[in-house]
């Protein structure tokens, strides 16, 4: 329970340094008014995150399957993005 909970918070000041970059750059550049934008995705991202939390906990799965194709989904996600950034 304690891995947990570290894990979390680390992911929660990971989001919020991003989220707090977003809106300094958005200060920077001089377009404030993309602001709301911001916290609207960060909104509609939470509620996604809480929906699909609660569907997968009613749902019966093999964890070990369940984290196996997870793992393999991040690692197309991952090489995909070092394609993109070649």
């Known amino acids: 329970m304690l891995q947990a909970l570290i894990i979390t918070l680390r992911e929660g000041v990971e989001a ?3 989220v707090g970059i977003t809106l300094a750059y958005l200060s920077k ?10 916290y609207w995705a960060l909104g509609a991202a939470f509620c996604c995150s809480l ?3 609660v569907a997968i906990s009613h749902w ?3 964890q ?3 984290e196996g194709w997870i793992m393999l989904a991040a690692a197309v996600f991952v090489a995909s993005m070092v394609i993109f950034m070649m």
């Open 29 to 38: 550049i001089g377009r404030p008014e993309l602001r709301k934008l911001v």
């Open 51 to 53: 929906v699909v939390a």
């Open 64 to 66: 070990d399957i369940f």
């Open 16 to 18: 919020a340094l991003i």
């Open 60 to 62: 019966e799965l093999n």
